[in-house]
């Protein structure tokens, strides 16, 4: 886990990007990265990002990568509260996480692809992952997403989360 920063707080970033937004500032090898996961309201925008990196020693501009959708709203509705998507799912130990959907998404393949925001519930029954997808706005199961593979292959091993880029790609 990185420093959160934003471009008006960080001399390197700042001279690349401006505004508000809060980017992850994390050192990997011999590299300065920057990470800005996008959100709308408390959803996270699947697979919408902005990455810079920068050479650690010299500080020298490497990359910056940007994959942000422009069909999407600046504000989202949701009428299904967290606690309602987690009730809906079978199983235990559900949590939910606001998402918007990517049409392009191999996590979860929903056909055709999610209009509204949904939760991404995750569940458990006799030790199986199951992950949910519950439209936040009418309540309906649309579908499964991948489960996540196990952490590793010893017993006791905790599960890990589904694959969703939350991380700098490429670094």
Not at 87 to 95: E, R, T, W
Not at 155 to 160: M, T, V
């Amino acid at each position: 886990m990185g420093t959160l920063v934003t471009p008006r707080d960080d001399v390197l970033l700042g001279r690349y990007e401006t505004g508000n937004m809060e980017f992850e500032k994390l050192e990997i090898g011999d590299r300065i990265v920057y990470w800005h996961q996008r959100t709308i309201g408390d959803a996270l925008v699947e697979g919408d990002f902005i990455l810079l990196q920068f050479d650690k020693s010299t500080k020298g501009f490497l990359k910056r990568e940007v994959h942000w959708r422009d069909d999407l709203p600046e504000q989202i509705t949701v009428a299904i509260s967290k606690e309602q998507a987690e009730s809906i799912v079978d199983g235990q130990n559900a949590s939910a996480t606001l998402y918007i959907i990517s049409p392009e998404s191999k996590v979860f393949p929903i056909n055709p692809p999610p209009k509204h925001p949904c939760w991404v519930v995750r569940s458990s029954k006799d030790r199986k992952i199951t992950v949910t997808i519950v439209d936040a706005v009418t309540g309906a199961v649309l579908g499964y997403g991948l489960p996540p593979p196990p952490a590793g292959l010893s017993p006791g091993s905790k599960p890990s989360q589904p694959s969703i880029r939350t991380t700098p790609p490429g670094t």
